[in-house]
């Protein structure tokens, strides 16, 4: 109610006073609105490398107002477009949506890594030296397959290859292939299941291909399962193929510096 006057129902309307006689009159439209009473927003939706969106959930659906600001508190790490965020350099950065009507608000901290940048907490870094390398790493039966093959050593023996991201849902199986450089190598592969940036945690390490000396360069297939707890986030699979006569696997850490070896890392996206 304001000034005496009470809304019944969502619309517009013209209120008019007048004075007793009716020679002076005053017009004034109003309109009765449902008020927001709170945001939130959605899940992270990935639409590009170093590119997300955000999408705003309003309470109630139906308010009547729903237009927002949106604002970066680094817009040197990270830029905002009307919840499209681009990654810009490495840092943290607060994306925060403020309703122009009531002034709620929602917001959530991003982090960029990497060069060329893109989203998520940064990896431990990994170099290494020499013709060791896993030149396919392949998946069936996921949601998105993975189908990378490449001969060639990377720069310093390591990459990262966000333009080949497998898809999997929680709870799903799929099929790892690997096929190693030549038949001298072992190769581990890990999948960083709960989105911490790291591939410390138990079950992380989903495969060791050709872990004894003299072996064969595969293909080698293994069943990997996908935790039904799995943090629904894009993480990385990190698969390293190594000199079998000159590493262990068994103590071999993916960070660092690797003997005889090449590290390459994808995206993994998990899905419900």
Known sequence: ???????????????????????????????VIVKVTGIKLSPEVPIAPGKIRYDVLFTPADASIQDLTWTSSDPEVASVDNGVVTALSRGSSIITATTVEGGRSAFVEV???????????????????????????????????????????????????????????????????????NNWSCSAVWIDWNGDRNFTNDGERIAVFGDFEGTN????????????????????????????????????????????????????????
């Open 1 to 31: 109610m304001v000034s005496g006057i009470i809304g019944l129902k969502v619309g517009t309307t013209t209120i008019t006073a007048s004075t007793a006689d009716g020679k002076v009159k005053q017009s004034l439209p109003v309109r």
């Open 111 to 181: 982090f960029v890594s990497g060069n060329p940048p893109v989203f998520g907490k940064e990896y431990c870094t990994i170099t290494g030296y020499g013709e060791y390398c896993p030149d396919e790493v392949r998946t069936e039966g996921a949601a998105q397959n993975l189908s990378h093959v490449n001969t060639a050593i990377p720069t310093n023996n390591y990459k990262y290859y966000p333009e080949d991201r497998l898809i999997v849902k929680r709870g799903s199986d799929f099929t790892l292939h690997l096929v190693q450089s």
């Open 217 to 272: 360069n595969g293909p080698y297939s293994i069943s990997v399962h996908v935790p039904a707890d799995a943090a629904l986030d894009v993480v990385r699979m990190r698969a390293a193929t190594v000199d079998s006569w000159a590493v262990d696997l068994s103590a071999f850490e993916p960070c660092g510096s690797v003997r005889h070896g090449t590290v390459k890392d994808f995206d993994v996206e998990i899905t419900d």
